[in-house]
């Protein structure tokens, strides 16, 4: 690990938070768009001043939900950088250091696992941010993974999405490195959170880290359920593939250039 460059870049990233934290406390903005205004635009000064590279390939959907599947806490910082947005979260995300707080300000909806109820009121919050014109962002996986993999989507949130009638549109989100950060150093291990890790030592170790490129994609349209759409587990297998064939797509077009 480079201790300089986690020093300077640690200086940096609380160098970069105090304008816009300040301006969150004290303006305390009071609308959800006011609210996903100023998390886009704090996650793109973070990503340009942390040097992280981000390619889309499609467009970011102006209204309706998208489901990505889940590698890092930085995910949330890449999808915010694109484009206002609200989140809906596991309930652990708000003990977060400093990512909690960002999302929970921001208007974060948090879904607390095992709790009656807590479907059925992020199904209400989620429609007051839909019917304020802006998206919602989750991942259906619940959890964060190491990538190898897509783990089996959970059927709660978006068979709450599509009781609404909203549209889903599927995205997928991988990490790449362009530069050598040394042996020892993998996407899997390094930029992605995942298991029962120190959330603080991986801060620090992807803080040393150089030339880390996100790649989103979105699809082009969004998925079309089935007529057996509305039954959750149904849904949740579709929209299990349709987020899987985005990243087939990103997994070939790697091979073709590599």
């Not at 802006?134 to 709450?160: A, D, Y």
Request: include cysteine; proline fraction near 4%.
């Amino acid at each position: 690990m480079n201790l300089f460059r986690v020093g300077w870049r640690t200086i940096r990233l609380l160098g970069m938070f105090v304008v816009p934290g300040t301006e969150l406390l004290v303006k305390r903005p009071a609308t959800r768009e006011q609210r996903a205004e100023w998390l886009h635009r704090f996650c793109a000064r973070g990503t340009r001043g942390m040097g992280i590279e981000i390619t889309v390939e499609g467009t970011f959907p102006e209204q309706g939900a998208v489901i990505s599947n889940h590698l890092s806490y930085l995910d949330i910082v890449v999808f915010a950088t694109l484009h206002p947005c609200v989140f809906v979260s596991k309930e652990e995300v708000r003990r977060w250091p400093v990512i909690g707080w960002m999302t929970t300000m921001s208007g974060t909806v948090y879904v607390a696992r095992g709790h009656g109820g807590s479907a059925m009121r992020a199904r209400k919050e989620m429609q007051g941010v839909l019917d304020a014109g802006l998206p919602v962002v989750f991942f259906p996986e619940g959890t964060t993974s190491n990538g190898s993999h897509l783990l089996k989507f959970r059927s709660g949130l978006i068979s709450q999405v599509t009781s609404v009638g909203a549209p889903v549109t599927a995205a997928h989100i991988s990490y790449s490195f362009a530069e050598d950060n040394g042996p020892g150093v993998s996407v899997a291990d390094d930029v992605c959170y995942w298991g029962n890790r120190s959330m603080l030592m991986h801060v620090l170790k992807f803080l040393a880290l150089r030339g880390v490129r996100a790649q989103v994609r979105f699809a082009e349209a969004p998925i079309a359920f089935s007529s057996d759409g509305l039954h959750r587990k149904m849904a949740a297998m579709e929209a299990r593939s349709a987020v899987e064939a985005l990243g087939l797509g990103t997994v070939t077009e790697r091979m073709h250039h590599s």
